[in-house]
């Protein structure tokens, strides 16, 4: 089917200067004659697919990550819908490039390779007129992304540089599941940065100040929030990289007031549930025997941990049963009920002293990892620490010691912040772990067996779950629509998956699993009543045609709407 035209108000240069609509060289002769575009690009007219092999030879031709990031991002800031083709047919390499592990790189050195903006930055001082500031932005989002640059990956405050993230979550989005590029919206809330190094470099974009925090920053939240619901009323909100207990608390704040969620929390708990049941399908086990060990307990912990007890739960175990079932272990061991100063948000998962007075360990006060293991007995181990070396070879080889085939899941981001390299799990555990990481690592040779490692990317639910509340139309978003994600996600896996150690897809198949999962959303919203939609339909066909493919569109200029634009000035 021939797609419809698209109306163009601008002529000349100032087509060629929006990356939505410029073309570049495909540009057809007519729609040269009509744009004014003869002699601003070159004559021969290309294909997409030519023009995707041109750009794809650049890219290959840069020598370092940060070099390939660069020149996507320029790409994305000329041609969108190239930039997406090229995503599109090269997903498995560069999905690591446009976000994790090289995003990492590009929000540390963000003031420093800063070319031209994208997305909307509000900063502390501007808290009297974010709708105005809101209202810049040319059109109503589907999809928003925000952070206030606080907790970027592994690596910490980033101050401004945290905009790489939305940046480059919005740009998955797009590539995985098909939100129209021109509905999506990153926004860096810059309440300052305490990351000295950026208060004393001259390049720095952001504020320089230390953090706003305490009421003034809750305030500023509230403000934030408020005016999102005023100027974008419809649109998803989506919590990025926040510190966990900000994470949190937004979170349990804003969730009943707009279609909401965090996908630090609830995005990595539903990727990493899915892996589990895939792995079920290995290990034989059924979920209500599952027991969980968390290396980590921050907001990915917690939500790792509540969904995995929901799980439990909807199998016929009790709350407090399903709670028995998990435990974390934090930089100061496991983390246990007579802790001095223990947070409030780990308190639900805290071992009793009754429980732990049995233990076999050195100091009752500070059980270690592996002690925790050999007395906790658990099936599953995630690691969410941001901290290399804390699945050590003792750690796996208990896991392997207490079950034929342990589920391990060093999952931190970046790959330098991984708790185990994949090939060290599989080597400690004889190669009988089923093994997913966080961030993309090569197959592993072992013993005459090669190993394929399903990341456990949040790319396989966050696109998803978007598409199905924006194609649903979705009021509040439920923590059992990420449990339905997570199983659609793990219907996913297919035999030859499992046949080659991974319980992920592979990345070539994700708007498949994105389908799924915006599926599975759509229905669980029609179930709790929360969905604009009307049922009787079929789910899968509404989100299919609802997703944006990057082909090129006929353009043509319409002389009602004629405006001769200049070219918009340069902001490096």
Not at 10 to 21: I, R
Request: charge should be negative.
């Amino acid at each position: 089917m021939t797609s419809p035209a698209m109306d163009l108000h601008a002529l000349g240069a100032a087509v060629l200067a929006d990356p939505l609509t410029n073309k570049g060289t495909a540009f057809t002769a007519r729609e040269r004659e009509e744009l004014h575009l003869e002699g601003l690009i070159p004559p021969a007219v290309s294909s997409i697919e030519q023009q995707v092999a041109r750009v794809y030879q650049n890219f290959q031709s840069k020598q370092t990550p940060i070099e390939r990031y660069i020149h996507l991002a320029a790409l994305h800031d000329r041609n969108e819908t190239l930039f997406f083709r090229l995503l599109h047919d090269h997903i498995e390499e560069m999905m690591p490039v446009v976000y994790t592990p090289v995003v990492g790189e590009a929000c540390q050195t963000f003031s420093h390779i800063y070319r031209r903006p994208r997305g909307l930055y509000i900063s502390y001082e501007q808290r009297d007129r974010i709708d105005r500031i809101l209202e810049n932005h040319p059109r109503p989002p589907a999809v928003i992304v925000v952070t206030d640059g606080e907790r970027i990956l592994g690596l910490g405050d980033q101050g401004v540089g945290g905009m790489g993230i939305p940046i480059g979550k919005l740009s998955l989005y797009t590539a995985c599941a098909g939100i129209p590029p021109e509905l999506t919206l990153p926004i860096m809330l810059d309440v300052g940065t305490d990351n000295e190094a950026l208060l004393r470099d001259p390049l720095y974009l952001g504020m320089r100040h230390p953090r706003v925090r305490g009421s003034a920053y809750q305030e500023f939240i509230d403000r934030f929030v408020a005016a999102i619901i005023r100027v974008y009323p419809r649109a998803v909100l989506q919590w990025e990289d926040f510190l966990k207990e900000n994470a949190m608390k937004q979170l349990a704040r804003f969730r009943g007031r707009l279609c909401t969620f965090n996908d630090d929390i609830q995005g990595t708990a539903a990727t990493v549930l899915a892996g589990i049941f895939a792995a079920q399908r290995v290990t034989g086990h059924v979920m209500r025997e599952q027991r969980m060990v968390i290396a980590g307990a921050g907001a990915s912990a917690q939500g790792i941990a509540d969904l995995f007890v929901a799980a439990l739960v909807a199998e016929g175990l009790s709350l407090e049963a399903a709670r028995r079932a998990v435990c974390t272990v934090d930089s100061r061991g496991l983390v246990t009920a007579e802790r001095p100063g223990l947070e409030d948000f780990k308190h639900t998962y805290a071992r009793s002293i009754a429980e732990v007075a049995s233990y076999a360990c050195v100091d009752r006060n500070r059980i270690s990892l592996a002690e925790t293991i050999a007395n906790f007995a658990p099936t599953i181990l995630i690691g969410t620490s941001g901290t290399p070396g804390t699945f050590t070879e003792d750690v796996v080889r208990a896991m392997a010691a207490l079950n034929e085939r342990p589920i391990v899941f060093p999952l931190s981001n970046p790959t330098s912040r991984s708790e185990c390299t994949a090939e060290e799990a599989v080597r400690w555990s004889d190669g009988r772990a089923l093994v997913a990481t966080g961030s993309p690592f090569e197959p592993v040779d072992w013993r005459g067996r090669r190993y394929r490692v399903g990341q456990g990317n949040n790319a396989f639910i966050f696109p998803g779950v978007g598409l199905g509340l924006w194609v649903g139309g979705v009021r509040r978003v439920s923590e059992g629509m990420f449990l339905d994600a997570a199983n659609a996600l793990a219907e996913q896996v297919t035999p030859t998956d499992l046949e080659q150690g991974a319980v992920y897809p592979t990345l070539d198949r994700i708007r498949e699993c994105s389908i799924a999962v915006a599926s599975a959303v759509i229905r669980r919203a029609l179930h709790e009543k929360q969905s604009d939609l009307q049922s009787g339909f079929q789910v899968e066909d509404i989100v299919s045609r609802a997703m944006w493919f990057p082909g090129y569109r006929p353009v043509r200029h319409d002389p009602a709407r004629a405006e001769a634009s200049a070219i918009p000035a340069g902001a490096a």
